[in-house]
């Protein structure tokens, strides 16, 4: 609900925001950009876009975090999230 709320606000006020989130549910409900981070060197190994809010692209969108991460060989902790406001 918490985040629901942050989004809306965000929305509606048109803020940038960033978040930095470990939660791969969080990133996908949340971001509208998102970057995959390695946690060592900290390098970017996916930008993806999140512009749908249906459940079916939410769920792919967390598979695809999922696929980057396992990649790299990473923990999920380091899902780096960017949010920016639509306009």
Known sequence: EL????????KQFEIT????THDIDEAALMAERILVMASSPGKI?????NDQADEQHVRVLKETIRDHL???SIAENSTFSLQTASN
């Not at 985040?3 to 965000?10: N, S, Y």
């Not at 925001?17 to 930095?20: A, C, D, E, K, T």
């Open 17 to 20: 925001r960033i978040l930095v």
């Open 3 to 10: 985040q629901q709320d942050v989004t809306r606000i965000t």
């Open 70 to 72: 396992e990649g790299e």
């Open 45 to 49: 190994v996916a930008d993806l876009t």
